[in-house]
């Protein structure tokens, strides 16, 4: 199975502005912020667990901006490897926003104008903006409350910031370590061929790490760490198998 293109060149789509040389998109109704009204909840739902004193509208209004954290935070990760792409001179083709997040996109992902190590610095972009956020996000955190509303916010944004700038460097194709990886083994050398077959390997190796690294965190009753182990592990499996392809 061949992964769907986010965008291709022939569809119909509307051009709502531009990002660092690179078209904003929209697509028919898929720009609709879904993922947010989806967020929304869930998280004044966790900003009331413990907090038998929160009242319904402070339980909405920290889940808002929890909320506002963690997508701003994804989308300072995309709109930081458009400025990447910009700065190696090789613009994405389009920043698309799909239920109102957005995704990279490129035409051709294996485009031989573009060198190994142009391809490198454009997927290091997004990991490195979260990199940078980070001590900021740490840093208001030992300036907040124990208890407080801004502790959770402030958690949050540790949190995801984290996770952004680590499990996006994993060796799997679809996020930014894969094609790290493959493109510092064509610079070494390899075919492109070659180097997709060798992270195919390196996939399938990883899955079973991830799977045991799952199983500890589920065992541990982390279940929310143990689900998202899981979730890459399968991901890793599907492209090691070539069940998936980018």
């Not at 124990?146 to 680590?166: E, H, I, K, P």
């Not at 996006?168 to 070659?194: A, E, F, N, Y």
């Not at 990883?206 to 690294?213: D, I, N, P, R």
Request: with cysteine; hydrophobic share 50%; aromatic share 6%.
């Amino acid at each position: 199975m061949k992964k769907p293109a986010a965008v291709r060149p022939a569809d119909e789509v509307t051009r709502v502005g531009r990002v660092f040389s690179t078209p904003l998109v929209v697509k028919g109704n898929t720009w609709l912020p879904l993922t947010e009204l989806a967020i929304w909840p869930v998280m004044a739902w966790l900003a009331g667990r413990g907090y038998s004193d929160r009242g319904r509208g402070a339980r909405l209004a920290i889940g808002a901006v929890t909320t506002a954290v963690i997508l701003g935070s994804e989308w300072c990760h995309n709109l930081a490897h458009a400025t990447a792409a910009m700065l190696v001179g090789k613009p994405m083709d389009a920043l698309r926003i799909v239920w109102g997040m957005p995704l990279v996109v490129y035409y051709d992902i294996g485009d031989q104008s573009v060198t190994p190590r142009q391809h490198i610095l454009r997927a290091l972009g997004g990991p490195l903006c979260n990199a940078l956020i980070l001590p900021l996000a740490l840093l208001s955190r030992a300036y907040t409350r124990q208890g407080s509303a801004w502790r959770d916010v402030a958690n949050v944004a540790v949190g995801m910031n984290a996770f952004l700038c680590t499990a996006s460097l994993l060796p799997i194709p679809g996020i930014d370590g894969g094609p790290i990886v493959k493109w510092w083994l064509v610079g070494r050398g390899h075919t492109p061929q070659r180097a997709d077959e060798t992270v195919k390997g390196v996939n399938r190796a990883l899955s079973g790490g991830l799977g045991v690294a799952a199983a500890v965190a589920l065992k541990r009753r982390r279940r929310f760490l143990g689900s998202i182990l899981a979730l890459f592990a399968g991901l890793a499996l599907a492209f090691g198998l070539g069940l998936i392809e980018e």
